[in-house]
């Protein structure tokens, strides 16, 4: 039992950390690396989508 609690320690942190960067890397485009100030909001929701459709897409393919 305590190695399922220390490995769900583990993921947890690891997913707070990768949204954490991720959220920051939107940050960052949003606000200097593109020519125009987006919302990070809008560059959040495009990496997202875009993220999403690939899964969908893979999974319809997986299932052939």
């Known amino acids: 039992m305590g190695v399922g609690l220390w490995q769900a ?3 947890v942190s690891a997913c ?3 949204g954490a960067f ?3 890397g ?4 949003a606000q200097h690396l593109l020519p125009v100030a ?3 909001g809008f560059v959040t929701v495009v ?3 875009g993220y999403l459709v690939w899964l ?3 999974e319809v393919r997986r299932r052939r």
Request: hydrophobic share 60%; glycine share 14%.
């Open 9 to 11: 320690r583990l993921l």
């Open 16 to 18: 707070g950390f990768t």
């Open 22 to 24: 991720l959220l920051a």
């Open 26 to 29: 939107a940050d960052v485009t």
């Open 38 to 40: 987006l919302p990070v």
């Open 47 to 49: 990496a997202g989508g």
């Open 56 to 58: 969908l897409v893979r």
